[in-house]
Structures are given as structure tokens and as C-alpha cells.
Antibody
Framework: QVQLQESGPGLVKPSETLSLSCTVS????????WSWIRQPPGKGLEWIGY???????NYNPSLKSRVTISVDTSKTHFSLKLSSVTAADTAVYYC????????????????????WGQGTMVTVSS | DIQMTQSPSTLSASVGDRVTITCRAS??????LAWYQQKPGKAPKLLID???SLENGVPSRFSGSGSGTEFTLTISSLQPDDFATYYC????????FGQGTKVEIK
């Protein structure tokens, strides 16, 4: 079955760029949308943005100026870059499958985030 | 943006209890609502999609209902494995989550 695994530095300095990668195994990136979601310690969930196989993206308006999500040319992983980080960006970062997929006819079905990585804790501190 | 408000924030219940969690949207989201279960140190797990569609493998004691701005998640008979935090999430316009409802042992 499809599994997701986040990777990247656990500590980032203020004002620098946070960079994470999500490896997709057991299935193809094709036909699905893929998202990044974060959760500050003890708090709720915040959607950061998504990308699809062809590289089309959509970002949370509150983070849009600082976020870049990309998919690699081999289509086995997708990545997150968040620039100019502050302590408020300290969180567990999850990659997830969703919000939806294309069927064989090219019709898009929107749905919830149905597969998640285990999450990776990123702390912003000098 | 669409705000999602869950109630209660914390719920104390016993094994076997019927439990209901409410989620309200700041504007109509039709049935574009999902429910998740999250246990400490773990990623959320999708339980229900499109307000009432149970995901494969999720026990039938979980059910969802509602449309428009008011939704509920019901656990018909609470089991020990169900003590967790539950989140609603809308996908009508962008994607936003409720603040969570922690179901704890009474």
C-alpha cells in the first residue's frame, strides 16, 4: 500500500528556509494531489499547500508568499520550501495524499487527506 | 476564509457511551467535510469523507451526518481504542480544520 515518509532537518535558524521532502512508496504520484500540513506543538492542523503530478500548485493564502511546493522529475517525491521562518513555524510537518485524484477519464474527485506520513518535527531556533 | 468550530473542546466519557461531536462551518460547505482521528504522537487518520461516507476499514460504530453548516460525528458505543482527538476539516474552499475535540476517559 502507499506509504509516505518525510525527511529533512529538524532544526532551522530564524530567517532561513525550511526544506522538507516526502517520499512516496508503494504507489504512483500520478493521478493524485499531494499536500503539506503542519501542527504546532499542542495545537491544531494547518494546511500549507498542494501539488499534483503535473506540477500545478495551490497554497494557503496566509503562507503563500513564503511557500514553494515542487514535485521531482522522477515522480517519486515532492518537496516543501518555507522561507523566512520564525519561531511560529515550529511544528510537526506532515505530507499527505489529497485533496483528491483524477480517474481514468480525467475526472477530478475531491476528498479528504486519506494517507499521511508519520510527520517530522521542525524547530526554528538559533 | 471558512472557519470551522468544534464543540465540545473536551469530552469525558466511559466505554460503551454514545458520543457526539459537533462541527460548525462559518458558511455553507455543502457536504465537503471530513473527520479525522488523531492519537498522541501519530498522524491523523481519515475516518469519514463527504460528511457521511465511512472510509474502508473504519468500524461501523463511527458515523457522520449533516450538510450546509452543521455536522456531527457520532460514536455509537465508545471503545478503549477510541480515546483520541477528533478533527473536522472542510474542503469546499481551500482547506481548514476545526480546533479539535479531545475524547478522554471519564
Amino acid at each position: 500500500q502507499v506509504q509516505l515518509q518525510e525527511s529533512g532537518p529538524g532544526l532551522v535558524k530564524p530567517s532561513e528556509t525550511l526544506s522538507l521532502s516526502c517520499t512516496v512508496s508503494g504507489g504512483s504520484i500520478r493521478s493524485y494531489y499531494w499536500s503539506w500540513i503542519r501542527q504546532p506543538p499542542g495545537k491544531g492542523l494547518e494546511w500549507i499547500g498542494y501539488i499534483n503530478y503535473s506540477g500545478s500548485t495551490n497554497y494557503n493564502p496566509s503562507l503563500k508568499s513564503r511557500v514553494t511546493i515542487s514535485v521531482d522529475t522522477s515522480k517519486t517525491h515532492f518537496s516543501l520550501k518555507l522561507s523566512s521562518v520564525t519561531a511560529a513555524d515550529t511544528a510537526v510537518y506532515y505530507c499527505a495524499r489529497g485533496p483528491g485524484y483524477y480517474d481514468s477519464s480525467g475526472y477530478y474527485y475531491v476528498r479528504g487527506f486519506d494517507i499521511w506520513g508519520q510527520g517530522t518535527m521542525v524547530t526554528v531556533s538559533s | 476564509d471558512i472557519q470551522m468550530t468544534q464543540s465540545p473542546s473536551t469530552l469525558s466519557a466511559s466505554v460503551g457511551d454514545r458520543v457526539t461531536i459537533t462541527c460548525r462551518a462559518s458558511q455553507s460547505i455543502s457536504s465537503w467535510l471530513a473527520w479525522y482521528q488523531q492519537k498522541p504522537g501519530k498522524a491523523p487518520k481519515l475516518l469519514i469523507d463527504k460528511a457521511s461516507s465511512l472510509e474502508n476499514g473504519v468500524p461501523s460504530r463511527f458515523s457522520g451526518s449533516g450538510s450546509g453548516t452543521e455536522f456531527t460525528l457520532t460514536i455509537s458505543s465508545l471503545q478503549p481504542d477510541d480515546f483520541a482527538t477528533y478533527y473536522c476539516q472542510q474542503y469546499n474552499s481551500y482547506f481548514s480544520f476545526g480546533q479539535g475535540t479531545k475524547v478522554e476517559i471519564k
